[in-house]
C-alpha cells in the first residue's frame, strides 16, 4: 500500500509541476503582465534557485529527525496553499482592470511562486526520506519503474489539460490561468492526502547527508580536476536555458503563432521528455551516464538554431506561397519544445549519476551541494537573457545560445571517463528522487 500511495504522491506531483511549468506556463504567465524581459526571465529563475536553495535548511532540520511524514505534508500543505491562493487572485481579477495596473497580480504571483519553490524545495528532502523507508528495499526497482510510467502517462495528461485550459476557447486572461492553477491545487492537495495516507515504520530510515563544509572537504573538491570539468560543463549547459522563457514569445512575435498554441508545446515538451527517456536509457546503460550528458549538449543546440532559421525561411516566396496561414511554421516552431524536454530527460539521467561515480563516496554530500549551490546562481541567467533581448534583440540573443551550446558540446568531450559503479549499471537513474525530468536544472 506505501508503494502505491507513494507512486501516485509523486506521479501527481510531476503533473501538478507540468501545469506550473516555469520555462513556459508561468514566463508567459508573466509575459502577459509586464513588458519587461528580465522580469519575465525571473519567474523560472525563481522558480528552480529557490527550489534548490531550500534543501540544505531541510538537510539541516530533518536529517537527524527519525519522523519525517509531518514534515513532507506540511511543505505540500504550503505548496498547495500558495497555488491556491494565486489561482483565487487570478480567477477574480477584471480582465479590463489588468489595463489600469497590473502590480496588485503581479506581486501576488511572485509572492506565491517564492512559497511554492521554497516549500517544494524544502519538502523534497523529506518526501524522499520517506519513500525510502516506507518502500520495501527489495520491491523498490518496481516501484521505480511504477512511478516513471505513471508519471509519464500523467504529465502527459496534464500536458493536455493545460492546452484544453488556455487554448481557442479559453476564459479571457488570467481567468484561463486562474482555472488551470485551481487544477494544478487539486493536484497538489491529492499529493498532501497520499503523503498523510502512508504508514511511515518506526525503523529509521537512511537519511540523507547534509553537505560537508569543512575546510578540508571544501578544498578537496576545488582541487580536483575533474570535478572541475564536470562543473564547467554543467555551468554551460545550464547557461544555455536562458532561451526557454522566451522561446514562446518569439513564436508569438515573429512567426505570428496564436497564444492559445502554449498548451501544444507545452505536451510538446512533455512527449520529449517521454519518448526519448528509452534512448537516454539505453545509452546509459551501453556506454555510461558521460554518453548520456554529450548527448544533452548536442540535443541542446536544436532549439536556437530553429529560432534563428526558421522565422527567415518563413519570409521567403516559396514558403509563404506554400504555407499562406504560417499555421505548418508554427506546428513545426514545437520541434523545439521536443528538443527542449528530450535534453532535460538527458541531465535528469545523467548528470547526478555521473557525478555519483566521480566524487569520493565520503564527500558526494559536498560534491553535489557545491553543485547545487552554482546552479542556483546560474538558474538567474534567463533574467540576463532578457535584459539582452532588450539591448540586442531576439537574434543577438539566440547567437549567444548558440555560442553558448557550442561552448558545452565542446566542454562535454573533456569530461572525464569514469566507470560507473555496477549499481547504476544495472539500475541507470537509481539515485534520482523522482521524476523532475521538467526541471532537471536540480541536482
Do not use: K
Not at 56 to 77: C, D, H
Not at 137 to 150: H, I
Not at 269 to 287: D, E, T
Amino acid at each position: 500500500m506505501n508503494a502505491i500511495l507513494g507512486v501516485a504522491a509523486e506521479s501527481v506531483n510531476a503533473a501538478a509541476e507540468v501545469m506550473l511549468l516555469p520555462s513556459l506556463i508561468l514566463a508567459f504567465f508573466a509575459a502577459e503582465l509586464t513588458p519587461s524581459y528580465a522580469t519575465i526571465g525571473l519567474a523560472p529563475a525563481i522558480a528552480t534557485s529557490f527550489w534548490t536553495l531550500a534543501r540544505l535548511p531541510a538537510l539541516l532540520i530533518t536529517g537527524s529527525r527519525r519522523r519525517q511524514q509531518p514534515w513532507a505534508f506540511a511543505a505540500a500543505l504550503v505548496r498547495a496553499a500558495a497555488v491556491a491562493v494565486l489561482a483565487v487572485v487570478a480567477s477574480r481579477t477584471d480582465p479590463a482592470g489588468l489595463a489600469q495596473s497590473a502590480r496588485p497580480l503581479i506581486g501576488t504571483f511572485f509572492l506565491c511562486l517564492i512559497v511554492y519553490a521554497l516549500a517544494g524545495g524544502f519538502g523534497s528532502v523529506p518526501s524522499a526520506a520517506l519513500l525510502r523507508s516506507a518502500v520495501a528495499g527489495d520491491s523498490w526497482s518496481l516501484f521505480s519503474r511504477r512511478r516513471s510510467v505513471w508519471s509519464a502517462i500523467l504529465c502527459a495528461l496534464a500536458a493536455l489539460i493545460a492546452a484544453r485550459l488556455l487554448g481557442a476557447n479559453a476564459l479571457p486572461f488570467p481567468g484561463s490561468y486562474g482555472r488551470l492553477f485551481l487544477v494544478a491545487t487539486v493536484c497538489l492537495i491529492a499529493v498532501a492526502v497520499f503523503t498523510a495516507a502512508m504508514r511511515e515504520p518506526l525503523t529509521v530510515a537512511p537519511a540523507l547527508s547534509a553537505p560537508g563544509l569543512s575546510p578540508r572537504a571544501l578544498r578537496q573538491t576545488f582541487f580536483d580536476s575533474r570535478y572541475r570539468r564536470f562543473l564547467l560543463f554543467r555551468v554551460l549547459l545550464s547557461s544555455t536555458a536562458a532561451i526557454d522563457p522566451f522561446l514562446f514569445l518569439y513564436a508569438v512575435t515573429r512567426l505570428g503563432a496564436p497564444m492559445t498554441a502554449i498548451g501544444g508545446y507545452v505536451l510538446a515538451g512533455v512527449l520529449g521528455w517521454i519518448l526519448s527517456s528509452p534512448v537516454w536509457m539505453w545509452l546509459a546503460r551501453r556506454s555510461g551516464a558521460r554518453a548520456v550528458l554529450q548527448g544533452a549538449a548536442v540535443v541542446r543546440l536544436i532549439a536556437p538554431a530553429i529560432a534563428l532559421v526558421l522565422p527567415p525561411l518563413a519570409a521567403t516566396q516559396m514558403v509563404r506561397d506554400r504555407f499562406p496561414d504560417g499555421s505548418a511554421l508554427s506546428t513545426l516552431y514545437g520541434v523545439a519544445f521536443f528538443a527542449i524536454g528530450a535534453t532535460l530527460a538527458a541531465q535528469s539521467r545523467g548528470g547526478y549519476d555521473y557525478l555519483a561515480a566521480l566524487a569520493p563516496r565520503s564527500l558526494l554530500a559536498t560534491y553535489a551541494g557545491m553543485t547545487n549551490a552554482l546552479l542556483a546562481v546560474v538558474a538567474f541567467a534567463p533574467v540576463l537573457g532578457g535584459a539582452l533581448i532588450q539591448r540586442a534583440g531576439y537574434e543577438g540573443f539566440f547567437g549567444a545560445i548558440v555560442a553558448l551550446g557550442l561552448a558545452a558540446v565542446f566542454a562535454s568531450g573533456a569530461l572525464p571517463e569514469i566507470p560507473m559503479p555496477a549499481r547504476f549499471q544495472s539500475e541507470p537513474g537509481l539515485l534520482e528522487t523522482g521524476p523532475r525530468a521538467l526541471l532537471a536544472s536540480r541536482l
